[in-house]
């Protein structure tokens, strides 16, 4: 999920290269069979542990999904790949298989640390690279890599025992109608951004899928206010406006759509959050007219 991922290094993790089963591994990282490599553990996700593997001629980046999620990795290694070759942002995959304990590997190119301090050049530039995803021209062969799911059961589990976000959900997406045939991120943030040498990549393309493109420039937006502060997510935001042709009140509605999920998913795990995070979502709400009255 959400909120502000950064790379850690805590102690090492029982993870075992040799023992991975690659199913498809490239020519230049076929080494990583035999040599001698370094892990070093980075933070893990809620979906999965990751780490960073350095040997002799490069350093990677392995996740593996030991707990509840199992995405479909093959599809996201193929995904990468299309999307790496055609000049998006992404980490370069090299290869992906399972481990001892059947749990799915893949293996990127290791690309810097997430994106920390932040200013008015990079979040145009975070802006930009976000709006080129969403351009994305889609072929037939991209169909069949990237999923197209329920947008309500995906982004919104269980939403249906808590009555009072439900009841607000569907007014608001009444009012507006969803679009599923762009490719989207579905995580958008800081934590989903690394840099390396003012080079910046998108990472975790977990949530990747069809989606409407509205959607994932609110969750992006809504998440820079709340962790990063308002000033700069109103720079992000206003970098989306002359990016796009979306109107300010599509955005809106989008918003309260983002809002309502992070409140969902804070009551059912509660979520990061720093000492003004719930003071920032609580402007939001008031600010915002498709909120205000039902919340």
Not at 108 to 123: A, F, Q, R
Not at 275 to 288: A, D, E, G, L
Request: net charge neutral.
């Amino acid at each position: 999920m959400s909120g502000e991922k950064k790379f850690h290094e805590r102690q090492e993790p029982t993870i075992n290269i040799l023992n991975i089963n690659w199913v498809e591994l490239e020519q230049d990282t076929l080494n990583l069979k035999t040599q001698a490599h370094k892990v070093i553990p980075l933070s893990p996700g809620l979906e999965a542990d990751v780490v960073k593997v350095e040997s002799g001629n490069g350093s990677y980046v392995l996740k593996i999904w030991n707990k509840s999620s199992k995405p479909h990795i093959e599809n996201q290694h193929k995904l990468l790949s299309e999307l790496y070759n055609r000049g998006i942002s992404v980490s370069k995959p090299y290869g992906w298989g399972v481990d001892a304990d059947n749990n799915q590997v893949l293996l990127t190119s290791y690309d810097g640390m997430p994106v920390s301090k932040i200013n008015k050049n990079k979040l145009k530039n975070l802006a930009r690279m976000l709006a080129e995803v969403h351009k994305f021209r889609l072929n037939d062969n991209d169909s069949l890599l990237i999923p197209r799911y329920d947008f309500i059961h995906y982004f919104f589990p269980s939403i249906e025992t808590h009555e009072d976000l439900n009841r607000t959900l569907m007014n608001v997406i009444n009012m507006t109608e969803l679009g599923q045939n762009s490719l989207i991120h579905g995580d958008y943030n800081l934590g989903n951004i690394v840099e390396e040498q003012e080079r910046y990549t998108i990472i975790d393309w977990t949530n990747g899928q069809l989606g409407d493109p509205r959607y994932d420039i609110a969750w992006s937006v809504f998440l820079m206010k709340i962790y990063a502060g308002e000033r700069n997510g109103e720079i992000y935001h206003s970098e989306f406006l002359g990016l796009t042709d979306y109107r300010a009140d599509d955005l809106r509605i989008f918003e309260a759509i983002a809002c309502l999920r992070w409140i969902l998913l804070n009551r059912i795990s509660s979520l990061p959050k720093g000492p003004s995070t719930m003071k920032r979502v609580k402007k939001i709400v008031q600010n915002n007219s498709y909120l205000k009255e039902h919340l």
